[in-house]
């Protein structure tokens, strides 16, 4: 069945958001403070080992790097048409609704909790990998591996973030869906090095992900996500 893989994704995101509120509940705030400082170190490592195993390369016993260039110039135009578009805005709007129609007015964190789980399970090599290798080889494995990563990570953020980190298995089904869909249609077009790009990016965008979770907000990612088509673009026969 193509898409079985996540659909087991989020039933694993929605177990640990399950797990973590209940957890977190029993937490006192300066306890809750330190799990999400955790969690933004974790993922700040996360994503920093996944963009360096897609830039790092060795010849002749000597350490080089691959695709600097490209990182630098695909996040600056993605960037910038991402700001255009205001796509961080829109998507804190949402936030916004979900926290209105789930009744969450009163919860601070809601915002943060949804945008900053998304990004994190959304964002990365496996969730573009995953639903490809779904939809094309009907492996799910990827997938049910990505599950049990993101119900643990999920876990530790719903309990110092709250209740918004539950709806983040919305854009996560939104977006892999997409990528099987993707996958379905123009799959077989994706070369190995399309994929290693992309995977660089994203891994570059959880960083940052893990960043705003330890310092504060600083980086719009979500502004930065078109930086993802020119990472694919970048390697496209012209």
Known sequence: ???????????????????????????????????????????????????????????????????????????????????????????????????????????????????????????????????MNDALHHDVSLLITKAILDAIIIMAMAASLGRGTVFSVIPLGIWQGLMTLLACVAGPMMSDAAIGRLSLVGNSLIFCVGLNLLVGKKVKVANLLPSLIFAVAWVLPI
């Open 1 to 131: 069945m193509t898409g079985l893989g996540t659909i087991i994704n989020c039933i694993g995101v929605l177990l640990g958001c399950a797990v973590g509120l209940l957890f977190g509940r029993a937490l006192k705030q300066s306890y809750q403070d330190i799990m999400t400082k955790a969690c933004g170190l974790s993922t700040m490592f996360i994503g920093a080992a996944g963009t360096f195993e897609h830039m790092l390369t060795v010849e002749g016993g000597k350490i080089g790097t691959t695709g600097s260039i490209m990182l630098v110039i695909t996040l600056c135009l993605g960037g910038l048409i991402g700001e255009i578009a205001d796509i961080e805005g829109r998507i804190e709007r949402f936030g916004q609704w979900l926290k209105v129609k789930s009744h969450s007015e009163r919860d601070p964190m809601f915002i943060e909790g949804f945008t900053t789980a998304s990004f994190t399970i959304c964002i990365g090599a496996m969730a573009i990998i995953g639903p």
